[in-house]
């Protein structure tokens, strides 16, 4: 069995063999620690049996990382292990692709379990999740290409945009991540990158430039904006 560990901490990548070994004997164990090394590693390996990923690692953003593993390794059970133990992520973890979501809490033991389940075919969630609520987990597209025209909002993905486009329209944190069915912690990592993006110092300017920009740019109600 060989099995790809991306996880930015190395002494949780160890307790991740150890507990494998558990359920293995003939077990064969690749490391990554971003997930640029990640994505080397799948583009490069595809005998993979099972790929075990932290969503909060460097290279990438959290949903954006998960996709390229999955679009890379189309054919392999990709199990998301984090320490975010949110239902709503879990969910969108799974509507994404993915084939189980472990919080970094579960025991030994229920960590071996749960991924038993996924190499016998099965999808793993933690127990207090429901996997009937995968199919109806919400999903808004805000339109943002009134602005993806600049040339430095154009540096932003496309989630980024929709992030910002909220911004701009004086939602909080809280309302975005319920429009964009993510959690508040994943609106805080997207907000935090794109400040960095356009080199400002806080979500004020972040969304001025938004106004400003659709001032530049403004709607066509024809376009697509998926």
Excluded: W
Aim: some cysteine.
């Amino acid at each position: 069995m060989k099995v790809l560990i991306a996880d930015d901490h190395p002494l949780f990548r160890a307790s991740i063999s150890h507990a494998m070994k558990a359920m293995e004997d003939d077990l064969t164990i690749v490391e990554a620690g971003d997930f640029e090394a990640a994505a080397k590693i799948a583009e490069a390996q595809k005998d993979f049996d099972l790929v075990l990923l932290d969503l909060i690692m460097p290279g990438m953003e959290p949903i954006e990382g998960l996709q390229r593993i999955i679009a890379l390794l189309p054919q392999v059970p990709v199990v998301v292990v984090s320490a975010i133990e949110n239902r709503r992520d879990a969910l969108q973890t799974i509507d994404l692709g993915a084939t189980g979501y472990i919080p970094k809490t579960v025991s030994e033991e229920e960590f071996v379990n749960m991924l038993k389940v996924v190499m016998a075919g099965g999808l793993c969630l933690p127990r207090h999740f429901s996997e009937r609520a995968v199919a109806s987990t919400p999903r808004l597209e805000v339109s943002h290409s009134r602005f993806a025209s600049g040339e430095l909002l154009a540096g932003l993905t496309k989630r980024q945009r929709q992030v910002l486009a909220l911004l701009a329209e004086g939602k909080s944190n809280i309302e975005i991540a319920g429009d964009l069915g993510v959690s508040d912690k994943t609106v805080r990592f997207y907000i935090s990158a794109i400040l960095k993006t356009l080199k400002v110092r806080n979500r004020t300017q972040a969304a001025l430039i938004a106004v400003r920009a659709m001032e530049i740019f403004p709607s066509d109600s024809t376009q697509d904006t998926h």
